[in-house]
């Protein structure tokens, strides 16, 4: 049996508009967040994290984890496909940071940050990344694990703006 609104007590009416106004706010605000957020599952072990909230179009900071579009290098693709899911590293350099290489060794500002290996898990080779002054707008993204596969090596070197989604804060 339908209620026929002219006849409702001013209150109901007006509570029953300002309901429908928190709805609409709360659908608009949800999809702006939307547009600017996302999440990501990390399926590598190269960080203790496996899930990230992602704020998308956000130039990280050093230390931060950065996500970002592996590439398209023929390691990459062989190994993640060719859509391959974002990466989730942490901001090792920036630009105008100095990345140098002794042996194994990888430094950002003389700093040591990772080291490389020679092969891969399976013997493919593993070339090393770029080393110099990272560009502008770009980061030298890495991990701490010991078969991560990141900036170290040539396959996906400096992460650049073409390639960054975002900030990410581990959630899980």
């Known amino acids: 049996m339908a209620t026929d609104f002219a006849h409702l007590p001013l209150a109901r009416k007006l509570s029953i508009v300002l309901g429908g106004v928190v709805v609409y706010v709360s659908f608009v605000a949800l999809g702006n967040w939307r547009d600017h957020h996302a999440i990501v599952i990390n399926a590598s072990e190269s960080l ?23 590439g398209s ?23 105008g940071d100095l990345v140098t290489r002794v042996g194994n060794q990888v430094s950002v500002n003389g700093r040591p940050v990772v080291k490389t290996k020679p092969l891969t898990m399976q013997g493919e080779v593993l070339l090393p990344g770029p080393t110099g002054v990272i560009p502008r707008g770009c980061v030298f993204a890495g991990s701490p694990h010991k078969d991560g596969f990141d900036s170290r090596y040539k396959a996906i070197g400096f992460v650049c703006a073409d390639r960054l989604l975002g900030v990410g804060e581990a959630v899980l």
């Not at 990459?76 to 859509?83: A, N």
């Open 48 to 70: 203790p994290n496996w899930a990230f909230l992602v704020t998308l179009g956000q130039f990280p900071k050093r230390g931060e984890f950065v996500v970002f579009n592996p």
């Open 73 to 95: 290098d023929p390691l990459t693709i062989k190994h993640f496909g060719w859509k391959p899911s974002p990466f989730a590293k942490i901001v090792y350099g920036l630009p």
